[in-house]
């Protein structure tokens, strides 16, 4: 059965909850269900991940959150930077319900089911972020941060969050493969935001 949270579309019943999180300083409602990641809380991660990502460099132009969920990342940072965003996920219910939240929460953002990159709404991007799906497997992120590069502005970033015993050292080392850089931006509790700048 397709029960993962990155399923295409999780066969697991319904059991819908609204709550309440404080990111970039703004209260966001969040409705949330099963079969999608983290579905009781903003993981803390994401709220890791947040709370480092810099957006004073980048050019201008649309960020890109890979593997959204229901929207804490895309719908935080569109708040909390200014810019546009675009959210994707593989996982149908999680599109659906980050759709939602954009509206619940006032914040207009570009929110569509994609395996991957497979379906973009533009041809570049000022910055991709990812919180990316570890139990998909290696392959999956690696995809994630080695497909990112065409994608990017010059001067634009894919910053990532990962733990270092999910396999930080491996996704660093792929990112200075593939950028020439990757710096650990932040360490919180075993997590490390990477970031590496197109250039």
Same mark, same amino acid.
């Given at each position: 059965?397709?029960?993962?949270?990155?399923?295409?579309?999780?066969?697991?019943?319904?059991?819908?909850?609204?709550?309440?999180?404080?990111?970039?300083?703004?209260?966001?409602?969040?409705?949330?269900?099963?079969?999608?990641?983290?579905?009781?809380?903003?993981?803390?991660?994401?709220?890791?991940?947040?709370?480092?990502?810099?957006?004073?460099?980048?050019?201008?132009?649309?960020?890109?959150?890979?593997?959204?969920?229901?929207?804490?990342?895309?719908?935080?940072?569109?708040?909390?930077?200014?810019?546009?965003?675009?959210?994707?996920?593989?996982?149908?219910?999680?599109?659906?319900?980050?759709?939602?939240?954009?509206?619940?929460?006032?914040?207009? !953002?570009?929110?569509?089911? $994609?395996?991957?990159? %497979?379906?973009?709404?533009? &041809? +570049?991007?000022? @910055?991709?972020?990812?919180?990316?799906?570890?139990?998909?497997?290696?392959?999956?992120?690696?995809?994630?941060?080695?497909?990112?590069?065409?994608?990017?502005?010059?001067?634009?970033?894919?910053?990532?969050?990962?733990?270092?015993?999910?396999? !930080?050292?491996?996704?660093? $080392?792929?990112?200075? %493969?593939?950028?020439?850089? &990757? +710096?650990?931006? @932040?360490?919180?509790?075993?997590?490390?935001?990477?970031?590496?700048?197109?250039?």
């Amino acid at each position: 059965m397709a029960n993962h949270y990155y399923s295409e579309n999780p066969e697991t019943a319904h059991d819908l909850h609204q709550w309440s999180f404080e990111l970039a300083g703004k209260t966001f409602q969040f409705m949330t269900d099963s079969g999608v990641f983290s579905r009781d809380t903003v993981d803390y991660g994401s709220r890791v991940l947040i709370e480092h990502f810099d957006a004073a460099n980048i050019p201008e132009g649309t960020l890109l959150d890979v593997g959204c969920g229901y929207g804490p990342i895309g719908l935080a940072l569109a708040y909390q930077t200014g810019h546009p965003v675009e959210m994707i996920d593989v996982n149908n219910r999680a599109v659906e319900l980050a759709q939602g939240n954009a509206k619940r929460n006032g914040i207009s !953002a570009d929110i569509h089911q $994609s395996n991957i990159y %497979e379906t973009l709404h533009q &041809a +570049e991007y000022a @910055a991709i972020i990812s919180n990316p799906p570890i139990r998909a497997g290696k392959k999956v992120v690696h995809q994630i941060l080695s497909d990112a590069a065409p994608l990017l502005k010059v001067g634009g970033t894919l910053t990532i969050v990962i733990q270092k015993k999910q396999g !930080a050292p491996s996704a660093k $080392s792929k990112m200075e %493969e593939v950028f020439g850089n &990757a +710096e650990i931006v @932040a360490k919180d509790k075993g997590y490390y935001i990477i970031r590496s700048e197109k250039e």
